[in-house]
């Protein structure tokens, strides 16, 4: 039986009706991704670690946001097409949506509260990061900014979090990925 979470509506990045429960039995790393962040390298290493986790039952799904200094400005075609030929990305996208705030889709509004912090790497504080380049970050359980990852297990329960500067393929997530791979 699907969880609450893979139950919610979220169409693909080509507008075909789909959710969570399309993935459903696979570990997944939900992702809000941009296309004109300092972050936006960061599908590089989204792309190795499902390619290396994919065939094991790993999936990583990206939501485009534009919430965030108006870093997705662009169609769903238009992010597509940048995420296909700029860094060779094969995993799931879908529509872009709002992340934080108001309209806040209901997949972010159940993986904020369900989660309400991330993980930082250690000596690393984002949210003072953002202050200083005069960023007035939402409330803690917001998400904070493009990149922050959610860790959803194989029954659709979310386990971990991510700060948006912890790499994709940092120590702390693969080996979170691996513990739920098994």
């Not at 097409?81 to 972010?108: N, Q, R």
């Amino acid at each position: 039986m699907p969880s609450d979470l893979e139950r919610i509506p979220v169409p693909s990045i080509d507008g075909a009706p789909s959710s969570l429960g399309h993935h459903a039995g696979k570990v997944r790393l939900i992702v809000n991704v941009a296309s004109k962040c300092g972050l936006t390298p960061q599908y590089e290493a989204l792309e190795a670690l499902y390619r290396r986790f994919k065939d094991r039952g790993f999936e990583v799904l990206a939501f485009p946001a534009n919430e965030f200094g108006g870093q997705e400005p662009g169609t769903e075609a238009e992010i597509k097409d940048f995420c296909a030929t700029t860094y060779d990305v094969t995993f799931p996208m879908f529509s872009k949506i709002v992340v934080k705030g108001e309209g806040i889709h209901p997949l972010y509004a159940s993986l904020t509260s369900t989660r309400p912090s991330a993980r930082a790497l250690p000596g690393s504080d984002f949210r003072q990061k953002l202050i200083g380049y005069g960023v007035q970050p939402g409330e803690p359980h917001e998400v904070l900014w493009n990149f922050e990852k959610f860790l959803v297990d194989r029954q659709g329960a979310v386990v971990d979090r991510f700060a948006p500067d912890v790499p994709p393929d940092a120590d702390v997530v693969v080996s979170a990925i691996e513990r739920l791979l098994g």
